[in-house]
């Protein structure tokens, strides 16, 4: 009898779905908007896998609702803050992520809002669009350089350091801040304090964990040069959104590129950081090009098959395990899930 596999969307991009479902029964959450745990729970029955998002809530309710044949989740996605890792291990579920596929996209997104943020374009397309283009000045739609400027990365792992090679093209010297990263040949590793204080532009790259809840609150903000960018592509966790509105309101930083949000999705009730003009807010969209998200989707499926066939999972999240009701694995060595 084939194994039960839940996926909590009907459309994944790329041919991972179609390679899943020739060896497994393939059942997907069939609606538009978001599934409630509930509808989950129900569809999880008997399941041997789940293939999840990013943001989907992955707890013990779920894990038991799929009950004993459930040995793996596989997330499509990088972060697993959404996920009960302790209720996994637990029940010798293995956790997947997707690392290694997304960096270099969410790079390149990241460096779009930096430079939307900077130059201030979103306001600039708005202006044309609105027909207030009369009068060509040499006051009007001024930003920010960003060539030139100093960047400070927060967590320097697979994206952090791809924004640094971006940077170099820009001539943009780099600092970083992340315990687990000496200096290298592109960025220099200093304590967050300097790196607040000496950035013109500040990009989050840290997963979202008890430790990294608001990282970014009124202190730090305060911290930061008045002409200096706030970018995140991490969590919306990371950033406390009340704090960052004053700032934002107050002049005390210059802008904010927001791809990620504390509450997500959004629908119609939208964060007033949305209609904030000093910032440009995306709808988490880092990791969204046709090859990229076909290649998260492929390796989640890549990591069913492999459990369900007995072999240990490609990539488990750090200290998980590889396999079905295995001990944990001691932490990979420099592995503290910087994104
Ligand atoms: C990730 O991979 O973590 C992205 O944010 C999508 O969830």
């Known amino acids: ?15 991972g779905i179609a390679r899943l479902a020739s060896d497994a029964e393939v059942v997907a959450w069939p609606g538009t908007s978001k599934p409630e745990p509930r509808d989950l729970a129900e569809l999880a029955k008997g399941a041997s896998a789940i293939l999840a998002l990013g943001n989907d809530r992955v707890d013990a309710a779920l894990l038991d609702a799929a009950g004993p044949s459930l040995r793996v989740v596989a997330l499509a996605s990088m972060g697993y803050d959404a996920v009960d890792r302790e209720a996994a291990a637990e029940r010798g579920v293995v956790v997947t992520h997707t690392p290694g596929v997304l960096a270099e996209t969410t790079a390149d997104l990241t460096f779009a809002l930096v430079l939307m943020a900077r130059r201030r374009l979103g306001a600039a397309r708005d202006s044309l669009a609105a027909g207030q283009w009369g009068l060509f000045r040499m006051d009007d739609y001024l930003g920010l350089d960003v060539h030139g400027a100093t960047l400070g990365l927060i967590g320097y792992g697979q994206i952090g350091r791809a924004v640094a090679r971006r940077s170099q093209g820009f001539g943009m010297r780099v600092l970083h801040h992340d315990p687990y990263a000496p200096d290298d040949a592109l960025s220099t590793s200093v304590d967050l304090p300097t790196l607040l204080a ?4 500040v990009s989050l790259h840290v997963p979202l ?13 305060a ?5 200096a960018t706030l970018v995140s592509t991490s969590r919306g966790g990371v950033v406390d959104e009340d704090a960052l509105l004053r700032a ?19 629908g119609q009730e939208l964060s007033p950081l949305v209609a904030e003009p000093h910032a440009v807010t995306l709808p988490h969209i880092g990791s969204a090009t046709e090859a990229t998200r076909a290649a998260m989707v492929d390796l989640a499926v890549d990591n069913i098959q492999d459990v ?11 200290g998980g395990a590889a396999m079905p009701g295995q001990d944990r694995a001691p932490r990979p060595v420099g592995g503290r899930g910087a994104r």
């Open 223 to 227: 911290a930061m040069k008045p002409t």
């Open 1 to 15: 009898m084939k194994q039960r596999v839940l996926t909590t969307r009907a459309a994944l991009p790329g041919g």
């Open 198 to 201: 000496e950035a013109d532009v």
């Open 209 to 221: 964990t008890p430790q990294t809840r608001h990282l970014i609150g009124a202190a730090e903000l």
């Open 248 to 266: 934002l309101r107050d002049g005390s930083i210059h802008s904010a590129g927001l791809d990620v949000f504390e509450r997500e999705p959004m």
């Open 308 to 318: 369900l066939a007995g072999g240990p999972a490609r990539t488990p999240i750090p």
